[in-house]
């Protein structure tokens, strides 16, 4: 049973300002936006929003301040500060320049995100750990799974803050402002987590549904661009070894298998993991 109390709304407005895999974003006013869940999405889920957003903004890691919790018709959201920009995503339509600058810009968002620690945030090893014992992972023999269960366990611990879902359409930007949203899939953990997470996100991800064979083939090439541009200006700015974050993306690929189980990434994802696994001495 949720601790968070909840404001009951009769009615929304008349359409939603946009929508993404799981939810609206409704205007709310007074300077507020509603992000409202589909119906049957985990209430459960919609609460630990709540308090990751909480804890991103009591750290300073976003501007994003949550006010509350809204039931709707069997549907739940959060109430949001209302964060006036574009995603990185759709930054190119008004000004192209900006690719040669969103690696740096992301791998500055990175190191500002990873700066903050944090012990109210799960623990990413037990998130991923936890991952295994759900319907997703019915691939793996008990054998594999336990194995996999052994190494991120094994993994060492960390406290700073990782996003895991760092990609542009997350990154809203109004002029030299940058602020970094959706925190749900938030946790505690080492920085090498996060980096392995982009890897795979950058090169393995769904990309936008519905697209055309010559929009995913300019989405993939930007997104690899980007990635490279991230990875060589986060090196910089952080020291970190690139090579030191090799052990953890068969824990990304389970977090990303775990949390949210794409169609159209299974294969990639099975398969990966069951090699990866078999690899662990």
Same mark, same amino acid.
């Given at each position: ?5 909840? /404001? ?38 919609? *609460?630990?929003?709540? #308090? ?5 903004? @009591?750290?300073?890691?976003?501007? &994003? ?12 959201? !959060?109430?949001?500060?209302? !964060?006036?920009?574009?995603? &990185? ?16 810009? !992301?791998?500055?968002?990175?190191? &500002? ?5 944090? *012990?109210? #945030? ?10 295994? *014992? ?29 996003? #895991? ?16 949203? *959706? ?8 920085? /090498? ?32 661009? !980007? ?9 910089? %700015? ?7 974050? @090799? ?5 990304? #690929? ?7 189980? %794409? ?19």
């Amino acid at each position: 049973m949720s601790n968070i109390p909840v /404001q009951k709304a009769d009615k929304l407005p008349a359409a939603p300002i946009t929508h993404g895999r799981s939810a609206e974003i409704y205007d709310w006013g007074e300077g507020r936006v509603l992000k409202l869940y589909f119906k049957d999405f985990p209430e459960s889920d919609v *609460d630990l929003e709540y #308090l990751n957003t909480c804890e991103a903004f @009591r750290l300073g890691c976003t501007p &994003m301040e949550c006010f509350g919790k809204v039931e709707c018709d069997g549907r739940y959201g !959060i109430i949001l500060k209302k !964060i006036p920009g574009t995603s &990185m995503t759709k930054m190119p339509e008004k000004n192209p320049l900006i690719l040669f600058k969103a690696g740096r810009i !992301i791998a500055g968002q990175h190191a &500002m995100v990873q700066s903050k620690h944090t *012990d109210a #945030l799960p623990d990413l090893r037990e998130k991923a750990a936890a991952c295994l *014992d759900g319907d997703a992972f019915a691939f793996l023999s008990a054998e594999r799974k336990e194995k996999l269960r052994r190494y991120i366990l094994s993994l060492p611990a960390g406290d700073s803050v990782i996003h #895991l879902d760092f990609h542009t359409e997350n990154i809203l930007m109004n002029g030299k402002d940058v602020t970094v949203i *959706d925190w749900m899939t938030a946790a505690k953990g080492v920085p /090498q987590a996060e980096v392995a997470m982009m890897y795979f996100l950058h090169h393995h991800a769904e990309l936008f549904p519905g697209s055309s064979k010559a929009q995913l083939a300019f989405y993939t090439a930007v997104r690899t661009f !980007i990635y490279k541009s991230f990875l060589k200006n986060y090196v910089k %700015i952080t020291g970190m070894d690139p090579e030191s974050a @090799r052990p953890w993306y068969v824990v990304a #690929l389970t977090l990303r298998k775990g949390l949210w189980n %794409i169609a159209s990434e299974k294969e990639y994802l099975e398969r990966e993991i069951e090699r990866l696994t078999d690899e662990i001495k």
